[in-house]
Structure formats: C-alpha cells, structure tokens
C-alpha cells in the first residue's frame, strides 16, 4: 500500500488548505501553513513541523499539508523532521493575523520517506496484517496481534525466531530438540508446523527459518481456524518476506561473532529493463559456525528469489522461490538424571561427534490478485512446498529405556530417521467493502484445499556382540574420559517407510459490520473436511505392504465477536471463536476418534493515548478443550487397556491468561516497548493425569522490556543509536507428567529454572555504511530449554557479533 498521493495536484492542496484556514482570516493571531512534498514531487504525509521558539507543532496530512494556528507576531524557526532523516529549517516572520505560507521539498524520495513511515511512526494498533487475509484496522479487530517489523530485525540484529519473539507478548521458546529446530509456543499450546505460515503458506517449522530474508513476523494470538482449518488454540505465526520493488537498490552485509560465526548476505532489487511492469529481488546468505557446545557445528545456506509483474493496474502476480539447505550436529543437550537437571558444564557434549541433523527445505508460491474494482478484489495463492529431513547419531538421553544413571553412565544407543514431505495447497479469496443502507461492511468469503504426502523411514541397529541389542558404546556424563568413546559410523538398517496422505478442503465467510463509528461486529464461520486415504506401511526386510486405514474428519469452526469504540483512541471488544485438533489412534471399538474441540473466549482492551503516543493493550482469555483425547482406562470387553492407541474423549484442560502491551512512537528519538504475560493451564478433568497439574512446558509467566534510542542530527553523536531489551521467563516444567493409573508411576515433571536475559547493541550509520555490534546474553543467564526428559538444552551463554552492512 502507498504511503503518499501520488497524483495529488497543488492546486487541490492549496483549495483544501484554504478551507482549512478560512477561520482564521478573522482572528487576532496568525498562522503558518504549507505543504511538504519529497524530492520526486509527492506528498510527504506524517513529518513533524515545529516552531523551535514556542515548541509548538504538528505532522503533515496525507495531501503533504500543514498549518499551525494561533501563532502570536513575530520571528520563528520553523523545523521539519522526521526520525532517521536529515531535518530542515527556515525562518518565517508572522504579522497581526498573517498567514504564512512555507513550503518544504525534502531530499529523500518517496521510496525511501515510505519506508521511515512505516519503521518508525506506525503505532502498535495500526499495523495490519496480512495474516488475517483482509485489511481490518486492528483497532476494529476484536483479537489480539502483534507485529515484530524489519525496524526492530535489523536493530536488534535478529538471527532467530526466537530472537525476535522476545518482542511479543506471551509467545516463547519452550524447546530445541535436537539443536536443530526452535519450539514456539503461546497461551499454552505448541505453535507446531499447522500453525507455522509462510507469506500465508503452512511453513514446515522442523527447520529454523531465515530470518535475513524477512519484512516482519505477525503473531494472531488465540484461535485463526476461520482462517486456516484446524490450529492449535494458542495463535499462528506468519513470516514475511521481502517483495521486489520499482527502483533499483539493496544491501550486502557480513556479520560475525563468538564461536567463528560468519555470515554473508547480499539483498537486491530492482525493476527488469526498467520498466513499471515488472520487479525482482533476490536475497541470499550463507552461515557458518561452531558454538558454545562442544564439537557442534552448523553450515547452512538460504536463497529466496522473487518476481512482480503488473500487466495494467488491475493484475498483479507475484512469484517467490525459497530454499534452504541445513546442516548441523545432532545434539540433544545434557540429559536428565531421575527427571532432575544434573550440574554439568554448559558447554558438555554427550552425543558422538559425527552425529547429524540435516533439512532440506523448498518452495514456490505463485500469488495473484485481480482488482474487480476499487473495492473488490480476488486473489488466487497457489504453492509448492518440499521438505526433507536426516537424523543420524547417538540415541536421545533416556530414550528407549536406556537412562542416565545417577552416577553419571549412559549405555548409549544408535537412531536414524529419515522424513520427506510434499505439500501443495491453492486457495481463492475474496475481498470487499460495501453499504447496506448505512451499514458499512469489510467482507472476506474464500475456499481451500491442500494436500500432504509424507513418508517417514524408520531404520535400527543391532550389535550383534551383544545380542543383537541396541547399543553403540557406554559413556559417563559426569567424566567423559572414564570410558573409551567409539567414533566410528556405524551401519544401519532401513526396516519401514510409512506413507501419510492428508488432503483438506475448506470454505469460509466473515464479515465486518459496522454498525456505527462506536459499534461493530466480526462474524464469521468456517467448514472443512479433512480426509486420510490411500496411506501404507512398506516392510523393506520382509518386501510387504500393509494398508493403514482410512479416516475422514468434518468440522465447523464459528467465530463471532464484538467492539464497541465509545472513542476513536479506545477500543473495547469480546469475541467468541472454536477451533479443532484431530487425534490419533482410535476408540475402544477400533473406530476413528471424534475431533476435539476447543473453545475459546477473549476479552480486551486497545487505546492510543497522548495523541498516539502511547498504545496500550490489555487482554484477558480462557482456552477450555472439554473432549481431550486420552488412553482409555478399558477396552470394549470391560478389561483394563494396556494399548496408549485406544482412547477415550475424557479429559479436560483449561487455560487462562492475561496480556499487557505498551508501546510507544518515537519520542525525541526514543522508541520503548513492553509487555508482561501470566498464564495457566492445568487438566481439570482428566483420568491419565493428575487433575490440576500444570500442561508442561508454559512458563506462568513472561515479561519484555526493550529501549531504542536514535540521537538526532544536532547532536555531536549523530548517525548513533543504542537500544537494549530484557526478556524474563518465568519457571515452567518440562519432563513427564505423573500417570494416576499406573501405581508408583516413575513418570515426574521437571522444574525448569526462570531467567531474565539481557541483550544489548548499539549502531552507526554515515551515508550508506552501517556498522551495529550486538551482545546478547549480557549477564550470561543459565537455564533451559526442555522436551521430554531425552533434551535438555543450555540457553546460548553470552555471545557478541558485528554487522557492517553497505546500502546499494
């Protein structure tokens, strides 16, 4: 979306102006007014205009106009700025009732004016997102979002997801299984690779994302599956990338940092025979590194290509590539003695060097949209993903059986897995604005389908020394040296591929009424069906095939909510929305279990105080899944069951939270954010688990409070800034929850210490040079990240990395 009119005339500012100033003629005091336009002749909405003497000011509107009324007689400077560019003055003179006319062209375009709009002078309620597949203004959305935008990924110089999430309000990194993937979560559910998209995509989240590539990360926080079908109940996570442009420009930066990290990135865009009909952008790096951990080591490389053609100014495609290839050492952390974390060194490896983790991730979405007219539009989203992933090494911690033993010694085992998945989905939106009598209307109506093929090969090894058992060698966690370490690769079996075809096909309608400026309701419903055919198992050793049955699933996901605005910069709302997860295994009669169904309720608060300065937002939820699947106590001839595949729709978990959000625009350089989350989700019915004891993995409570600081261009510092962000995550516990119908059950949960990390940078900019140093983990916090009892992770210990990056 354009920031400025492009096609404004002078003489309509100067007629509107005029009206605008009109009262004045007859008043005792003077005014100044003009208009500001960039160096290409456009309009340059949102820069503040000051009177240096009586600190008086304004912003331009969207035609590039301003006035400032009541202005007593005489000498003024007057100053135009904006954060991140170079301000101007000039001097007027005003007399009795005078008014002044001074007009401003400022040096920068109206590319590059539009991008310091949006980095710094949107506030936190007026970022929309794509996610939600129609433009509703978040303050009429009666759902809770965030937006983490590519101002705060590059200042704060963010690697990972993760890094960027400790921007967001009750969504965190809860595991790192294997080192090679980044757990997500929020209001106490697994963001898992349902919940994960790509530009509106589903995003196979087994590998960590690129993080150069991205424009921004939004967060739908609470229940998306009028959108999408079935996601889990905490939100969905959509990356952004970077899409092409009409003018020629880009950057290359390298970064590099502890534990011989490097990382090259070239960024470039441009239009193709530069014309207006057609745009590129290619962004690429390469990345390499050891790390804190012993023997660990990563290589990967990443390229997303893009491609934007216009035939007229209704048809619009869109085409963009991505691939990334990830290689690292497989490493499961330090394990779990007895369900305890045991004091071992950080950096401790206990896995065998030559272990890895390998993912191969590929994709091509082709998007169209077609303007129907200035207030419809239809839009065509069609992709190709291919996902592959290799896991080879030494078993996990306490996998199979095989525990760490309190002394430290750990008979360690061999596993290997391979995954290959194709998903392919299309998808058909419509979108409008229209009147019923006086009724105004934002409407959405579309349909899906996607389809997943995936096969997962299974393989084993066996010691045949030993009894075919197995085992790979013996270490002690405790002293590495007590044993001899095998380092040899040893070889393995592929015993089954296991084939999984899901097809979905979904159709949905919302629509945004408004009933007044003060009062509107978001009302939508959506079905899908989802169905499993076609699957096998292939037994490699014996040459056999053996079909899996069949399954299909329906279900309708409604959503309603309401807001009422008793003013513009206050915005009340409640909503109402139900989501779905399919199960596994099957009934005790050996048929398809029901879906389960989610209910969810939301309740909260979004202003924008001092004249949207200040955004604040207050939401408070209840998260109830009432028909939880769980292992059924007996079979279908009354005996006890001892099969975890038979189950029973019994159980009960409920969660509940609140959120609060502040942000701020910039003020005299200063841009602040923070947030703070409690949530709680136990079972409350259950008979497998201990009713009232907590879901794992969800810290009670999180908290964000991060500083940016730009020192202006009258400063002796200018082209410096600084910023600095604290991220406290409460205590949580990872483990195995305590099973009440098996007696002395050893199963127990983990504590998982809190933590609050502190990451600080600081940058210099001159021209077209940058230069930023990060260091994260400024006091060199210790916790962890836990699944299970088989990873237990280290968080990162304190690391420092450079950027110099080159505009183009």
Not at 79 to 85: A, E, N, R, W, Y
Not at 132 to 142: F, N, R, Y
Not at 444 to 472: E, Q, R
Request: glycine share 8%; aromatic share 10%; hydrophobic share 35%.
């Amino acid at each position: 979306m354009r920031i400025f009119n492009s096609n404004g005339t002078r003489r309509v500012v100067l007629f509107a102006t005029m009206i605008l100033i009109a009262p004045l003629l007859f008043a005792q005091t003077g005014a100044i007014t003009g208009v500001i336009t960039t160096s290409d002749g456009i309009p340059a909405q949102s820069v503040s205009i000051q009177l240096k003497e009586i600190k008086k000011g304004t912003v331009s509107g969207a035609d590039g106009a301003f006035i400032l009324r009541d202005i007593k007689e005489g000498s003024y400077t007057l100053i135009v700025s904006f954060v991140g560019l170079q301000p101007m003055t000039k001097s007027v003179t005003v007399s009795g009732s005078e008014i002044v006319t001074s007009n401003f062209t400022l040096t920068e375009n109206s590319t590059r004016l539009s991008e310091v709009v949006v980095s710094y002078n949107r506030g936190m309620n007026e970022r929309i997102v794509s996610a939600g597949k129609v433009a509703i203004k978040p303050m009429d959305l009666p759902q809770s979002i965030a937006v983490v935008g590519r101002e705060v990924l590059e200042r704060q110089q963010i690697l990972r997801l993760s890094d960027a999430l400790m921007n967001v309000t009750g969504v965190y990194l809860y595991g790192n299984t294997g080192g090679g993937q980044e757990e997500i979560g929020g209001r106490g559910y697994a963001f898992n690779s349902s919940n994960t998209f790509k530009n509106g995509v589903r995003f196979n989240n087994g590998a960590m994302p690129e993080m150069s590539s991205l424009e921004k990360v939004e967060i739908l926080k609470g229940s998306a599956a009028i959108l999408f079908g079935n996601v889990s109940a905490g939100g969905v996570l959509n990356l952004v990338t970077k899409k092409p442009r009409f003018e020629q420009g880009g950057e290359i930066s390298f970064r590099a940092g502890s534990y011989d990290f490097y990382k090259p990135t070239v960024d470039v865009y441009g239009p193709i025979n530069n014309g207006q009909s057609a745009a590129y952008r290619i962004n690429t790096t390469y990345e390499k590194s050891g790390s804190f951990r012993d023997a660990v080591k990563s290589e990967r490389f990443y390229v997303n290509p893009s491609l934007l053609f216009k035939a007229g100014k209704r048809l619009s495609v869109l085409l963009e590539g991505d691939y990334l290839n990830d290689s690292r050492t497989s490493d499961f952390g330090i394990g779990a003695i007895n369900y305890a974390i045991p004091d071992l060194p950080r950096s401790r490896f206990i896995g065998a060097e030559w272990s890895y983790y390998k993912t191969e991730q590929k994709s091509l979405t082709a998007t169209t949209t077609y303007q129907l007219s200035p207030k419809w539009e239809i839009r065509n989203t069609s992709s190709y993903q291919g996902y592959g992933s290799d896991l080879f090494g030494t078993g996990r911690p306490n996998a199979s059986s095989q525990f760490v033993q309190g002394d430290g010694r750990w008979v360690r085992s061999i596993q290997r897995s391979e995954n290959q998945e194709k998903y392919f989905i299309t998808q058909f939106d419509l979108t409008g604005n229209f009147k019923t009598g006086s009724i105004k209307h934002t409407f959405l109506a579309g349909v899906d389908a996607d389809k997943y093929i995936t096969d997962a090969t299974a393989y084993t090894h066996t010691n045949a020394s030993i009894g075919n058992k197995n085992i790979y060698d013996t270490i002690n966690v405790f002293d590495l040296t007590k044993y001899k370490q095998r380092t040899d690769i040893p070889s393995v079996t592929a015993i089954t591929t296991t084939r999984t075809p899901i097809q979905r096909a979904g159709i949905y309608i919302q629509d945004l009424v408004c009933l007044s400026e003060k009062l509107k309701i978001l009302a939508g419903i959506r079905y899908t069906i989802q169905e499993t055919t076609g699957g096998y198992i292939d037994s490699l050793t014996k040459n056999k095939r053996t079909k899996t049955s069949n399954s299909s699933d329906a279900a309708f996901s409604p959503r309603v909510g309401i807001v009422y605005q008793p003013l513009k910069s206050i915005s009340v709302f409640a909503s109402y929305s139900n989501s779905f997860t399919l199960n596994t295994g099957t009934d005790i009669f050996l048929q398809t279990l029901d879906p389960s169904y989610i209910n969810q309720f939301e309740l909260g608060v979004k202003t924008e105080l001092f004249e949207k300065v200040l955004s604040a937002n207050v939401t408070a939820y209840q998260i109830v899944n009432s028909n939880l699947a769980q292992t059924a106590l007996i079979d279908a001839n009354g005996n006890a069951n001892n099969n975890s595949s038979i189950k029973e729709l019994a159980g009960e978990v409920t969660g509940k939270g609140f959120e609060v959000d502040l942000g701020t625009r910039p003020i005299h350089g200063v841009i602040l954010n923070a947030g703070y989350s409690f949530n709680e989700t136990k079972f409350t019915e259950s008979n497998t688990f201990i009713v009232g004891s907590k879901l794992r993995y969800n810290p009670q409570h999180t908290a964000h409070l991060s500083a940016y600081y730009t020192f202006n261009e009258r400063s002796p510092l200018k082209g410096f800034n600084a910023g600095v962000i604290g991220y406290y995550v409460g205590e949580r516990v990872g483990g195995r929850s305590t099973r009440v119908q098996v007696p002395n059950d050893a199963f127990r949960l983990i504590p998982i210490p809190d933590y609050v990390q502190f990451d600080a940078s600081v940058g210099y900019s001159f021209q077209k040079i940058s230069l930023r140093v990060k260091c994260s983990n400024v006091l060199n916090q210790l916790s962890y990240n836990v699944h299970d009892d088989n990873s237990v992770n280290p968080i990162a210990p304190r690391l420092v990395a450079a950027t110099i990056a080159m505009k183009l």
